[in-house]
């Protein structure tokens, strides 16, 4: 994952790096001092009206410290270059432009050290600024239905195509393999073969799966799904709804009348991570028409650029839940801010 990103970042610390050699600032402290020392026997010129606490006077002390202070023209290119590499790497264009904006405040007027990389400097602050992305909203889907009132009721949403029905059934896996009762419930009443196709995945899980016939009202089945929950003491319901385009004025409206009826305790988006920039867009309008708690991004395994996942996260203001990694029920990872952006800055 994440090659092309890695990539550029590495261009970035040379090209910072570089544009910092390139200074005719000399990091020799004794010379330094030595000026210091001849400007305080130095007749005192009468002093400016407000004199400025930044610039000359600044890169001259830090000079004396060994260091030298980042100004926006060193950042202008590189973080050009950065800004353009987070684009090519599936982060949104929004998005992309917070990043930049708040590395750009993080290294301006910052000191460094000479024997410290400017690069390292950068890599920090490029870290600290996804992670703030990644980090501002958590849930912790495993806490939240140990603590929740049972049946905890999670309705999935999404596109067709994208993973909702497997995904569903690698989270029931996970439940099943925690001791916690699980009931699949048929929502998806549209498309043709997605009851047989969920079905499938129950029978081979051994999980009891609620439906209805093709065509029934899918906030009937659900509803039916939480009774069977209640009386057969289940803890979690998860229900499929019919996969949908935001175009589609009918099944949004449906999607919106579960909502109103189920009162869904979780919503969950499902895309993939492939689909870039897609998957952001249509996380951004599902998200307005009925707020989802938080995303599942499949196929995360093939994704090379990994910006889907940092743009869904800024730009719904709700956390990615768990990444889907393989074919098999138990290729589910929970999604952890840290180990992505190591996986995302590792060289």
């Known amino acids: ?49 407000e004199a400025p606490r930044s610039g000359i006077l600044d890169r001259a002390k830090a000079i004396t410290r060994g260091e030298v202070i980042l ?15 987070l684009l090519e790497s599936d982060v949104a264009l929004p998005v992309a432009e917070s990043i930049i904006d708040r590395i750009r405040k993080d290294l301006s007027g910052q000191h460094k050290k000479f024997l410290r990389s400017t690069g390292d400097i950068a890599e920090d602050a490029l870290r600290d600024a996804i992670l703030t992305i990644l980090s501002a909203h958590t849930l912790d889907f495993d806490d939240y239905v140990k603590g929740h009132d049972k049946p905890v009721i999670v309705v999935f949403t999404g596109v067709n195509g994208t993973g909702k029905t497997t995904t569903i059934a690698k989270l029931a896996e996970r439940l099943k393999e ?14 043709a073969g997605a009851i047989e196709q969920l079905q499938k995945h129950a029978d081979r899980l051994g999980v009891k799966m609620i439906k209805h016939d093709q065509g029934s009202d899918p906030a009937a089945v659900i509803y039916d799904a939480v009774a069977y929950a209640k009386s057969n003491k289940k803890d979690v319901v998860l229900a499929d709804t019919a996969g949908r385009l935001h ?31 897609d998957a952001v867009e249509r996380a951004k309008l599902f998200n307005d028409a009925v707020p989802i708690s938080g995303s599942i991004l499949t196929k995360a395994d093939a994704d090379s650029k990994g910006g889907a996942a940092i743009s869904i996260a800024h730009i719904t203001g709700k956390p990615i839940l768990f990444l889907g990694v393989g074919q098999e029920y138990k290729d589910l990872r929970k999604f952890d801010p840290d180990w992505f952006v190591e996986r995302l800055l590792e060289r």
Do not use: C, H, Y
């Open 71 to 85: 100004s926006e023209k060193d950042l202008e290119g590189p973080l050009w270059e950065l800004e353009m590499a």
């Open 178 to 191: 925690s001791n916690v009762g699980v009931v699949i419930a048929a929502g998806d009443t549209f498309r």
């Open 247 to 277: 175009t589609n004025v009918n099944l949004m409206e449906q999607l919106k009348k579960i909502s109103r009826i189920i009162r869904p305790d979780l919503v969950i988006f499902v895309d993939e991570a492939i689909a870039g920039n």
């Open 1 to 49: 994952m994440f090659d092309r990103l890695r990539e550029k970042l590495g261009d970035f610390r040379k090209s910072i790096d570089e544009k910092l050699k390139a200074s005719p600032q000399e990091p020799v402290q004794e010379k330094a001092e030595a000026k210091v020392e001849e400007k305080i026997e130095a007749p005192k010129a009468e002093a400016p009206a």
